[in-house]
């Protein structure tokens, strides 16, 4: 069944008044309580637009105005506080693009901005994605002061020519440099590993994972380098190591990074205790998120529906629509018969997986709509269960496509 479009760009002029009447009429769901509500912030520039990229992300050519952006991003959550009018928001994702193109002096603004407008848990995490490149990671301190509470430096590898291969602005010295300010700044951090990348051998890829962690990094998410569509990578492919080879180094990885006192909590996600990325855990247990910013995303829960909203994504365009207060281009109510999909796509990225209860308290619907699904996979050895919980086996790690496929309506 395809997704219910509850309004288009044609109506993104839609007052926001009868936009939150549509999410508030009755329906055939009803969930008992909202989930937790984090925020994720996009800026969308970059220095230079990598070949593999699928982000909305922007060239950033001459001088772009990230005052007049801040602007329209405050502008744009104003125009959202009543769809999430008295929730507290427990996390902060700001990405992008490359967020570190903005000076500490805005990203303070920014954060000054979301505390006047919304009430923030004690202790909140609040992220701030940054490249090595010097320009950026001379500012780290600066984001710390502004209100950054944690650091996500994208590396992705510590080789020159892999780094070449990959279209990245900053070089291997960079990247060495970038992490040691960031373990300087920052109590917490993360660092974003790529690896089967064009030309990696085992032993290039090895090194580059013990560069990683001989940094003691809290936090590593490796990512395995796919042509995703509308790419430079996928219009003209680079040769790239075979699935056999891939399969060796993320089995190094997963040996690596627990010889170092990691734990893979999650499909892409290594951390010591204490350090695991709460915003991103929300995702994975299909909390709430409100998406502010060029082609962001949101997923809101009401009394009796899900809703997924997206912003309008060319920059300019955004900025124009959001301080005439219409910023959402789109949004859709997710149908019940996608709903198990949608939340098991998330949750079988878990390690230690889910609690059963929750995913009725997230969807509004009986576990009896998991039940086919958890059964094949069952018996494809890909989850084992038990009362209260349902977890992937090693094999369903291995194959979480497959295992998430068992989903689809």
Not at 45 to 68: I, M
Not at 158 to 180: C, N, P, T, W, Y
Not at 332 to 360: H, I, K
Request: charged share 25%.
């Amino acid at each position: 069944m395809a997704s219910i479009p509850i309004a288009t760009a044609s109506a993104a002029a839609e007052p926001v008044a009868e936009r939150l009447a549509r999410y508030m009429r009755p329906g055939t769901l009803s969930l008992a309580a909202l989930p937790p509500l984090s925020l994720y912030v996009h800026l969308p520039w970059c220095l230079k637009k990598c070949p593999y990229c699928d982000f909305n992300s922007h060239e950033q050519r001459g001088e772009a105005d990230h005052s007049r952006y801040l602007d329209a991003l405050n502008a744009d959550l104003e125009a959202a506080l009543p769809f999430i009018w008295g929730r507290r928001v427990h996390t902060i994702f700001i990405g992008g693009g490359t967020p570190s193109l903005f000076t500490p002096d805005s990203i303070a603004r920014l954060i000054g901005d979301i505390r006047a407008r919304l009430p923030l848990e004690p202790m909140c995490e609040i992220t701030l994605e940054a490249n090595p490149g010097t320009f950026e990671r001379e500012r780290f301190h600066g984001y710390r002061a502004a209100g950054v509470t944690r650091l996500s430096v994208g590396v992705q590898s510590f080789d020159d020519v892999k780094l070449a291969a990959l279209g990245r602005v900053h070089d291997a010295a960079q990247a060495r440099a970038a992490v040691d300010e960031a373990r300087a700044a920052f109590e917490t951090f993360n660092l974003d590993l790529m690896y089967a990348l064009p030309g990696q051998s085992i032993a290039e890829f090895e090194r580059d994972l013990q560069t990683a962690l001989a940094f003691e990094p809290p936090h590593l998410s490796v990512y395995h380098l796919t042509l995703e569509p509308n790419t430079v990578f996928a219009k003209y492919p680079p040769a790239l190591p075979d699935d056999d080879t891939a399969f060796e180094m993320l089995d190094r990885i997963t040996a690596g990074s627990s010889a170092a006192g990691m734990t893979r909590y999650e499909v892409s996600a290594f951390a010591r205790p204490g350090h695991r990325c709460e915003h991103n855990w929300n995702y994975w247990q299909f909390g709430d998120y409100l998406g502010i910013g060029a082609g962001a995303h949101s997923k809101l829960s009401f009394p009796h529906r899900v809703v997924r909203q997206a912003r309008f994504k060319e920059p300019v365009q955004y900025m124009t629509r959001a301080l005439a207060g219409h910023a959402i281009a789109s949004d859709e109510e997710v149908p019940r018969d996608q709903l198990p999909f949608e939340f098991m796509l998330n949750a079988t990225r878990l390690r230690d997986g889910f609690e059963l209860a929750r995913f009725s308290e997230r969807t509004g619907l009986s576990l009896a709509a998991l039940a086919a699904g958890l059964d094949a996979a069952e018996r494809k050895g890909l989850i084992e269960r038990d009362f209260a919980r349902a977890w992937p086996t090693e094999r369903g790690f291995d194959f979480l496509s497959d295992l998430q496929a068992l989903f689809l309506p």
